[in-house]
């Protein structure tokens, strides 16, 4: 089975923009992506662009929009497609969420959006953004495909605005994201009743 991660290098986390440069956001997008790899292995990095993909990574270079450019390959292959800002999995949440059996395997994020998807079924089609969780379970609902959810607290933790950094602060020791931020001067402050994310 085909892994897809689809990737973004140019301008990503524009909600991040309040406490990064758009380089900075660049760095941090592309070290996400490995800490992504690293918990894949082999995998094909889909890219909207040939901007900043190194050599040696396995990857297509695809422009359309998201949905249109992962459905045309739910509709050739069974395949997954795993997002490129979930620094917290590991190769053990990949190879479990990989064993599900079901036509259509859905890995939720924090919040309502779909993290991870398997899709055995040709009849499947995506609809990314906005909920797209919820959008996935009422498509296979009404073409009758069996539907799991891959219930995982690492793969739950996207990042996309500055309230995510926490998550990765206090869970991703060890993890390229986490060191970057760290060289940023990015800590975690465990002086008030909440640990709350800060930047020296």
Do not use: Q
């Not at 758009?22 to 070290?31: H, L």
């Not at 479990?96 to 079901?102: H, I, K, P, R, W």
């Amino acid at each position: 089975m085909e892994v897809y991660i689809p990737f973004k290098p140019s301008n990503p986390k524009s909600r991040l923009s309040g406490i990064m440069s758009e380089r900075e956001r660049e760095e941090f997008a592309f070290v996400l992506l490995m800490d992504v790899l690293d918990a894949c292995g082999e995998a094909v990095v889909l890219s909207t662009s040939s901007h900043r993909i190194l050599e040696g990574i396995r990857h297509e270079i695809d422009g359309r929009d998201l949905d249109t450019a992962i459905t045309s390959r739910v509709k050739k292959e069974e395949c997954a497609v795993i997002m490129s800002d979930l620094p917290l999995i590991t190769e053990k949440t990949v190879s479990e969420f990989l064993s599900f059996e079901d036509d259509v395997v859905l890995a939720p994020g924090r919040k309502g959006g779909t993290n991870m998807l398997l899709s055995r079924n040709r009849n499947f089609h995506t609809s990314y953004h906005y909920g797209s969780f919820f959008k996935h379970l009422r498509i296979c609902r009404e073409l009758g495909i069996k539907c799991g959810i891959f219930d995982s607290f690492y793969a739950s933790v996207d990042i996309d605005d500055e309230s995510d950094l926490l998550e990765l602060m206090l869970h991703g020791k060890g993890k390229r994201s986490y060191e970057f931020l760290e060289s940023l001067g990015f800590y975690v402050d465990y002086s008030e009743m909440d640990p709350v994310i800060k930047k020296e």
